[in-house]
């Protein structure tokens, strides 16, 4: 995981570390190969859709027996759902920001992971390449799954992830079975 630490942290500072803004970053470290890590599971979005407690990010497996819902703020709604009917807003996003930037720098987005959840929070990670290398970032699931959809990666979901999150769906209805829904 890239982290930022406060200049006054004991960590000695990189070599790239800029003394404007009193922060240092460490140098990303290797990932792992692209592709799906064991225990893990290719998803897609299927749509956000609007609850009580705030928009909610949809994803399923590729039988489509599952539903991971993943509440995200508004502008990640908003964003998630322009990137996948392909249209832009009036103004670049921040996802859009970040998609120049890495084109910019000879980066590109390889793939994204949505990890696990920890005290009610979703943990994410996109990989980004740039030349031979493949770069983990730690990230918000909201953030990651709007950048893979206007990059076109892939969307891994840990399995505990979706033990514990998902809502299964009866193959004959394509209704949630009664008892499954999450309680995050």
Excluded at 16 to 25: K, N, P
Excluded at 146 to 159: C, D, E, M, S, T
Aim: glycine fraction near 8%; aromatic fraction near 4%; proline fraction near 9%.
């Amino acid at each position: 995981m890239v982290t930022v630490a406060a200049q006054a942290d004991a960590s000695p500072p990189s070599p790239d570390a800029s003394s404007r803004t009193g922060v240092l970053t460490p140098a990303p470290r290797q990932a792992e190969p692209v592709g799906a890590p064991p225990g893990y599971v290719e998803m897609t979005v299927i749509g956000v859709a609007p609850t009580a407690d705030g928009d909610a990010v949809l994803l399923t497996n590729v039988a489509k027996n599952v539903v991971v819902p993943i509440f995200v703020g508004g502008t990640e709604a908003l964003s998630i759902q322009l990137r996948q009917r392909r249209e832009h807003y009036q103004r670049p996003l921040t996802h859009d920001l970040l998609d120049s930037i890495m084109h910019e720098l000879g980066a590109s987005l390889v793939k994204v992971h949505v990890d696990d959840i920890k005290n009610n929070t979703f943990l994410g990670t996109v990989f980004v390449r740039t030349g031979s290398r493949v770069f983990e970032l730690d990230a918000r699931p909201s953030d990651a799954i709007a950048l893979a959809i206007g990059n076109h990666v892939p969307i891994f979901v840990a399995q505990r992830v979706i033990d514990e999150a998902g809502i299964q769906k009866d193959p004959a209805s394509n209704a949630p079975i009664p008892g499954t829904v999450p309680r995050i």
